[in-house]
């Protein structure tokens, strides 16, 4: 069946290929600009035909490539995007075998099951139940599915290595990080034990955060092929009608919706990444119901910062601190030319700024991503792909809405309440004496981070003033006394290196006085 289903596929598949890499090449060479934009349409909607002729791993491809702005042109991406997660349900006389031998007879389980399918997925189908007298959801793998996710996933490792192969280089290097990201994640969702603790800690985390519901897990109803949770029904977030008869705020509904899965992103270690309309419902207070855990982001705090010296040094318009971060994200390829991609990011930040930076929005920053990283050898972490694609799924709620609303303004009162942007500053002036200790050179680069960090600091200051902020005066004094002595050093080495042994001294001191 292996051999006839990769034959089958590979069928299916070759013409797609052989379109985007003509439409990619043409897209890289011009960076979108004087393109056959309705033929680049009608090539990614060919594409969506096909992995809706698939079957479910395809329909997940594509909507994991919907956010790949390394990979595919823009056309691409807002087509794939309108690839949903619907497959036609299979009977209950094949659902209730499952549901059986995990927890029993049905009788005993519940007091009453809905055999009418509520919503059928590509990996899932649910049902509505009561037990002990409650209304409950009841999400139950769908039959044989996990025969089918690992006869596709042997399918697509044998042909895309080999599609690859007709392709530029850059897209081979991305598209090979894509595939085992979208493995590890397909596996991750079969798995509803996974999903049940991820819905737990974002429950846990976002537990004081107002006007937000998340429904709570029965576990003992629930096992790796079922999942059964608390009934929360609600008003699809982009249902406009329903939601102004029901009298919500929708400009207020918006920026919930976005200080929410920011809120997750920037503070907890825990996001979720599929905030599809289908997953997030509203109450008739405008309070947020989320649904369906099993797509989630993972960012540590070092990470975390990473992304933020990213976004600010796009913002900042300064492609040296770019690369940096994008080195550090673990975005470029071994043994890159620095100067040619600092280069080729410095053209499109330029052309990137035409606009004011208090009105850039997600699709700006993924329509840079997409003009520029086509063009290198890059590739999305995984956790940086959930969060694009994040990001672009909830632009895409937003629009819907035709509301007053920026995100930046939204991200920006986040990043100051948890004084991120304070913290992503110190993190890129250590990380500047560190290159500093390497090259004296580039001792110069400095002084805008420097300016960049006080200015900053000092708003923040005035927004919520500190008792006291002994690691913002030692990094000052730290940073000054380094700058002086890279300029005494041409006169004078020995005072020169003392005088930057010592602005460590300072900087360790005051990390060390900030702990305590």
Do not use: C
Not at 166 to 182: G, H, I, P, T
Not at 336 to 365: N, P, W
Request: without cysteine; positive net charge; hydrophobic residues 45%.
């Amino acid at each position: 069946m292996s051999k006839t289903r990769t034959i089958q596929t590979f069928i299916k598949l070759v013409p797609l290929v052989i379109a985007l890499r003509k439409d990619r090449r043409e897209w890289v060479k011009k960076q979108g600009k004087n393109v056959d934009i309705p033929r680049y349409k009608k090539n990614a909607q060919k594409a969506l035909k096909t992995f809706l002729s698939l079957g479910p791993v395809y329909i997940k491809l594509g909507q994991w490539l919907s956010s790949r702005a390394d990979i595919l042109p823009q056309p691409y991406l807002e087509e794939l995007a309108k690839l949903q997660d619907e497959v036609p349900a299979e009977s209950f006389d094949k659902v209730r075998p499952i549901i059986e031998q995990d927890l029993g007879p049905m009788e005993k389980s519940f007091d009453f099951i809905d055999t009418n399918v509520i919503s059928g997925a590509s990996l899932g189908q649910v049902y509505k139940a009561r037990l002990r007298g409650q209304d409950v959801i009841v999400k139950v793998k769908r039959p044989g599915i996990e025969q089918v996710v690992e006869e596709d996933i042997r399918v697509l490792k044998r042909i895309i290595p080999f599609a690859m192969r007709f392709v530029d280089s850059n897209l081979r290097y991305s598209a090979e990080a894509m595939l085992s990201q979208f493995i590890e994640t397909m596996n991750e969702e079969m798995d509803y034990r996974i999903e049940s603790q991820n819905l737990k800690a974002i429950k846990h985390n976002m537990q004081n955060y107002k006007k937000l519901i998340i429904p709570s897990v029965i576990d003992d109803r629930s096992s790796k092929n079922i999942l059964t949770m608390e009934y929360l029904p609600g008003i699809k977030i982009t249902n406009v009608k329903a939601l102004d008869e029901a009298g919500i705020d929708r400009e207020q509904l918006v920026v919930r919706a976005h200080r929410v899965f920011f809120t997750m992103l920037l503070k907890h270690d825990l996001f979720h990444a599929d905030p599809h309309p289908g997953n997030i419902s509203v109450t008739k207070d405008g309070s947020l119901i989320l649904y369906d855990f099993g797509m989630v982001g993972r960012l540590d705090n070092k990470t975390r910062l990473k992304l933020i010296r990213l976004y600010l040094s796009l913002v900042e318009r300064d492609p040296t601190r770019t690369v940096s971060a994008m080195d550090d994200l673990g975005m470029l390829m071994p043994g890159y030319d620095r100067s040619i991609i600092e280069k080729g990011l410095a053209l499109s930040i330029q052309a990137f700024h035409g606009t004011k930076v208090d009105r850039m929005e997600v699709r700006a920053l993924m329509d840079l991503a997409n003009k520029t990283m086509s063009r290198f050898p890059f590739k999305l972490p995984k956790h940086l792909a959930l969060y694009m694609r994040m990001a672009s799924i909830l632009e895409g709620v937003y629009l819907t809405h035709k509301v007053n609303f920026r995100f930046i303004n939204v991200l920006q009162t986040i990043l100051e309440e948890e004084n991120i942007v304070r913290d992503a500053y110190v993190e890129e002036i250590k990380l500047s004496f560190g290159r500093f200790v390497k090259s004296i050179d580039s001792a110069i680069a400095v002084v805008p981070e420097i300016r960049q960090f006080i200015e900053q600091s000092k708003n923040m200051q005035l927004n919520k003033p500190k008792p006291r902020n002994i690691l913002l005066s030692g990094t000052i004094l730290a940073a000054a006394v380094f700058v002086g002595s890279t300029i005494l050093y041409s006169s004078n080495g020995v005072i020169g290196e003392i005088g930057m042994a010592g602005s460590a001294v300072i900087m360790a001191l005051a990390m060390l006085l900030k702990e305590k």
